[in-house]
């Protein structure tokens, strides 16, 4: 279980929560085929997934990047504005776009000592105004109807190019967090970075990375996300942040730092995933599911506290 969550006594928490949403999920099942539920549970695991991951990573880090939601909305909005001329320059656009938001903060958190939440609280507020200048404020369409329909094609029943791109994603980097040093490095930047660099651990260049890769991810996502709906948004996508956050705590990530892996956080987006079409399956109302959702994150964190455990063996 260790090579999935970062706590063993997450695990049964987690089980529990996936069974449940698994079992309203399944009651979609009698208006719709199987095969389209795990299809649409998919294209939802496509938009966040890969958020989640770039933010989780920086919260193993002990980092924390707010911008992934207005760099997913630029990103988008670069893509489809340029994208209707030459959709492969467009999407390259609003990646490096992403890429170099991220780098830039990166650089500026270690370079002079600052906070992660002040530096990325302010490209968010960047980012979403650069949004609006980019589409003048207006809702952008992209007119390649052909463009959005392979995107969107279903490939083996349930799964789409945008969801295979999502889980090579998180494929690669479990790779990498598993059987390189970096995903050692991570994690000793996180648990203690003073300790890491008495170690010889460059921590500066991990949170760098950490930061680029988690603005990359954000824009390869609302540029998918844009080509697939044919439209972009300054303010379509922006609210991915909390999906993306709840999707890293549930699947192991510590907001202290040090804890959790790609898996984990694939698996925790799944999980969310599951929960969301569950709860769309029972007719229950938007407000409704945000209580449900954290009541959920609320039974993690308790269920991850140390206290709590000394509390059940007493």
Known sequence: ??????????????????????????????????????FSILQYFATVAPVALGLGLTMIAREFDLSVGSVMSLAGCIAASIGAADPVTGAVAGILGGLGIGLLQGLIITGL???????????????????????????????????????????????????????????????????????????????????????????????????????GLAAASGVLLSYGLSVASPSGLTDVLVPAISAAIIGGVSLAGGRGSPMGIAFGTLILCLLNAGLNALGI??????????????????????????????
């Open 1 to 38: 279980m260790r090579n999935i969550f970062s706590e063993d006594h997450r695990a049964g928490t987690v089980f529990i929560i996936v069974g449940l949403a698994l079992a309203a999920a399944l009651a979609w099942q009698g208006t719709a085929s199987p095969q389209f539920v795990l």
């Open 113 to 215: 000592g600052l906070s992660s939440i002040s530096v990325s609280l302010g490209v968010l507020m960047t980012a979403a105004g650069l949004a609006y200048i980019v589409t003048g404020n207006l809702t952008v369409s992209l007119d390649r109807p052909e463009l959005s329909a392979a995107i969107n094609a279903p490939i083996l029943a349930i799964f789409s190019w945008r969801s295979l791109l999502a889980i090579a994603c998180v494929a690669v980097s479990a790779v990498i967090f598993r059987w390189t040093r970096v995903g050692v490095d991570l994690v000793a930047t996180g648990s203690d970075r003073a300790a890491a660099r008495t170690a010889g651990v460059r921590t500066e260049r991990i949170v760098v990375a950490v930061f680029t890769l988690s603005g």
């Open 285 to 314: 109302s938007p407000t409704a599911q945000q209580v449900i959702l954290s009541a959920v994150l609320f039974a993690v964190a308790i269920t991850a506290a140390p206290r709590f455990h000394r509390l059940l063996a007493r």
